[in-house]
Each structure stands twice: as structure tokens, then as C-alpha cells.
């Protein structure tokens, strides 16, 4: 295995962002059911988010100004890493409760594995959230694991 | 919506076809809010990033092969786990197919579990995933 994740950056898994409330809005569900092309009504009409809508929602909102060259915004549950170029990498998702219109969201994120592997092409970093997502009573409504992959 | 009862590992759910479009990107990365440049910038990401064209979003499959199971499932589906892993990229002007097949029944637990995929146009799986649903007897 190489030596690309120093300890420095293996201390910080483990970490979590401060959670973050959203509120879903029936037009944002039924931007989101466009853009993916949904066919059910229920997306359509915006009464309920498709399984993958909260994909990228616990971002914080920053200025054009400081986002990355790459238009990415900057993760600040990462430290600074030797490779910078991202890829997905999957998700794994459970879920408990449908997401409706009107709903209010916590979302909490927590970096839980850094390591690197070699590609065809190179070496790798694979980086692992695990993110809860609960109502605002504390109900819980969704689990995901997600994997980025720098190279 | 299926029936528990009338379903055999094996049973394959329908297929479906994407193309995405450069306005098509636009809107999904509008939706998420993500600028990353791979997916409409093309001197970007062909120049710097060395990719052949424009990317197509790895979530963007991930969630076509959610609608794999949500339309077969219909109106009053329960999704209760999903997966995929984004293993091979996809670009701008391909052609994409969404398929899935069942792989287990369960009585007991009135779930079943599927096998999902995106393949590109010469048949290769870029895209495989899992669901498990609940269904009624």
C-alpha cells in the first residue's frame, strides 16, 4: 500500500459537520424529478422526493468566489489531500420514512474511512461519509454511506 | 404494483433508455447545485482533466437505476435499501440502458432483492447496483 495518507490526514476521520436543517420545497422536488426524467406522479407533482434528492443537500451554500478551480465546492470535513481530482463512487442508501413536500431535514455527516488504493491508471484515495438524515423531532428518515474517489 | 407471490428470482423488470443531453446535465447539476466543471465545461475537461468529453454524473445513473425499481414498483412502492457503485464513466452523446432482475424472495420478511445495472452502448455494465423492496403476499 502507498504512503499517501499521513497520519495528519487519517486523524481527521471521525469528524463531523455541524448538522444541517433544510426544508424540501415542492418545486425543488419537482426541479429535481425533471432533471432526472422521473415518470411516477407522485415525483412529479412534487408530493414526494425521489430516493436520490438529497444527493449533495448537506453542501454549504458558498460565494462563487470560494469555490474550487474545478467549480467543486470545498469540503470542509477534508483535510487538504496529495491527489485533487474527483470521480463518484457509489452510495449505499436505507430508508425509513418517504420524504414529502414540507418536510424539514437535519442532516449529519461524518467522515468514516480514508485509504487509498492503486488504479489502473495510478493511485487512488477513496473517502467514506456516512450521512443520518432525521426530521425535526428526531425521527429517523434516511442512513448513506458515499464514496468520493480523488485521483 | 408486483406481488410477492407472483414474483421468481429471475423475473426481469423493464428496461429503459437515457440520453442525456447537455441541457439535461445543466438541469440535474442545477438541481444538486454543483458546479464541477467535468460535466459542462468540455476544453475543461478534456484539456485539464484529460477525460475524452464532457461527464456525465455518476449520481445521475445512480439515480436512473433507482427508477429502475421506483416504476416497477409503481404509485405505493417501499424502497428500503439501494445501492450502486459508479465503476466505469459515461459521456456526453452516449446512449445508456437501465435494466434490473430479481434475485431473491423472502416470504418471511415480504421483501425481495434486485439486481440492477446501467450498461453504455457496447453492452458494458458502467453502473451496477442493488434494491431491496417490500412488497404484499
Not at chain 1, 436543517?21 to 408530493?47: H, P, S, W
Not at chain 2, 408486483?2 to 429503459?16: A, I, K, N, Q, Y
Amino acid at each position: 500500500m502507498g504512503d499517501l495518507i499521513t497520519p495528519e490526514i487519517r486523524s481527521w476521520v471521525g469528524r463531523s459537520d455541524p448538522p444541517q436543517r433544510i426544508e424540501v420545497t415542492r418545486r425543488d422536488i419537482m426541479k429535481y424529478a425533471i432533471a432526472t426524467e422521473q415518470r411516477l406522479k407522485k415525483y412529479r407533482r412534487g408530493d414526494e422526493a425521489p430516493p436520490m434528492f438529497l444527493y449533495d443537500a448537506h453542501q454549504s451554500l458558498t460565494p462563487i468566489t470560494e469555490l474550487r478551480s474545478d467549480g467543486l465546492w470545498v469540503d470542509t470535513l477534508l483535510p487538504e489531500l496529495p491527489l485533487t481530482r474527483v470521480m463518484a463512487g457509489g452510495i449505499r442508501h436505507e430508508y425509513y420514512r418517504p420524504i414529502k413536500a414540507g418536510n424539514v431535514l437535519v442532516l449529519t455527516r461524518t467522515l468514516t474511512d480514508i485509504y487509498e488504493k492503486q488504479g489502473t491508471s495510478g493511485p487512488l484515495i477513496f473517502v467514506v461519509y456516512a450521512m443520518r438524515v432525521e426530521s425535526e423531532n428526531g425521527e429517523l428518515v434516511m442512513e448513506e454511506t458515499r464514496r468520493r474517489i480523488f485521483r | 404494483m408486483p406481488r410477492l407471490s407472483t414474483l421468481d428470482v429471475g423475473t426481469r423488470l423493464p428496461e429503459r433508455t437515457f440520453e442525456p443531453t447537455s441541457v439535461s446535465l445543466f438541469l440535474y447539476n442545477a438541481a444538486i447545485w454543483n458546479a464541477h466543471r467535468i460535466h459542462f465545461d468540455e476544453s475543461y475537461t478534456t484539456e485539464v482533466e484529460q477525460y475524452p468529453g464532457v461527464v456525465v454524473d455518476g449520481p445521475l445513473q445512480g439515480d436512473w437505476l433507482s427508477q429502475v425499481v421506483t416504476e416497477w414498483l409503481g404509485e405505493d412502492g417501499e424502497l428500503v435499501e439501494f445501492e450502486y457503485s459508479n465503476r466505469k464513466a459515461s459521456y456526453l452523446g452516449e446512449r445508456l440502458r437501465s435494466g434490473g432482475v430479481v434475485t431473491a424472495v423472502d416470504p418471511a420478511t415480504g421483501t425481495a432483492t434486485v439486481d440492477l445495472h446501467i450498461k453504455n452502448a457496447q453492452g458494458a455494465v458502467i453502473s451496477p447496483g442493488r434494491a431491496v423492496v417490500r412488497l404484499r403476499a
